[in-house]
């Protein structure tokens, strides 16, 4: 079945520093992307629309120039949290719907994101 | 816009117990409908999926799930809860998206939690 692979599985950083991270539709075509963050308890709040080849679509409230999102293909897109800081810890998703295809979309495993 | 309603922050039950979670859901046209269960630390697993046809879905592990329009309800259920049932459970709505595939949002989730 179609896989979505999320790298890194967990990362710790350093306040200040930037940190990437890899979306991967392993076997199927995403045009569309998205990425969700979670914080501890809480549910998966969509963050932003990655579209390939054009710019992303952010939800209310999220900074486009601390996590910027490239999707320059059209089985990857990266979310890269620039200047991280405490409050940035989080789990982060992505997800990518099969592009032409009626199904629901698939997700990453995760990406688990501490600052420190 | 849609937008998912889970009442119930956290249930807990009995095991060998029925369990039921609430769901409801704002959309405006014909809704796209899941349930996610999430493990500690964990992605998202999909145990069913609502998109016409029968309003009574069946899906993975014993849970199934009945669609209500007139009440815009889609609740989950089981007949016997078992202890490795206990985790976050999502309700989420999809809207597609004209390249195919959906846009999945998601409710703030209940924790269930299975007592011997």
């Known amino acids: 079945g179609a896989v979505v692979s999320q790298h890194p599985s967990w990362v710790i950083c350093k306040s200040g520093t930037s940190v990437k991270i890899e979306c991967r539709s392993l076997?199927?075509?995403?045009?569309?992307m998205f990425w969700y963050r979670q914080f501890p308890k809480q549910s998966l709040m969509l963050m932003a629309t990655?579209?390939?080849?054009?710019?992303?679509?952010?939800e209310q409230g999220v900074e486009k120039d601390k996590f910027l999102i490239n999707h320059a293909s059209l089985t990857l897109s990266t979310l890269t949290v620039t200047s991280a800081h405490p409050e940035d810890s989080s789990f982060y998703i992505c997800?990518?719907?099969?592009?032409?295809?009626?199904?629901?979309?698939?997700f990453g495993q995760g990406t688990r994101l501490t600052v420190v | 816009a849609q937008s998912v309603t889970q009442p119930d922050i956290h249930i807990t039950v009995s095991e060998g117990a029925s369990l039921e979670l609430r769901c409801n859901y704002s959309?405006?046209?014909?809704?796209?409908l899941f349930w996610y269960v999430q493990s500690p630390g964990q992605g998202l697993q999909l145990l069913l999926k609502?998109?016409?046809?029968?309003?009574l879905v069946q899906g993975i592990k014993g849970f199934e799930a009945e669609f209500k329009r007139s009440q815009s309800s889609f609740n989950l259920r089981k007949p016997s809860v078992h202890w490795s049932d206990a985790a976050e459970y999502f309700c989420?709505?999809?809207?597609?998206?004209?390249?195919?595939?959906?846009?999945?949002?998601f409710g703030a989730g209940t924790r269930l939690f299975v007592k011997a």
């Open positions: 997800s990518a719907p099969k592009t032409g295809g009626n199904t629901e979309a698939f």
């Open positions: 076997d199927f075509q995403a045009t569309t």
């Open positions: 990655s579209n390939e080849g054009s710019k992303a679509t952010y």
């Open positions: 959309y405006g046209a014909t809704p796209y």
């Open positions: 609502y998109f016409s046809g029968d309003t």
């Open positions: 989420a709505v999809a809207s597609s998206l004209f390249t195919g595939g959906f846009k999945t949002i």
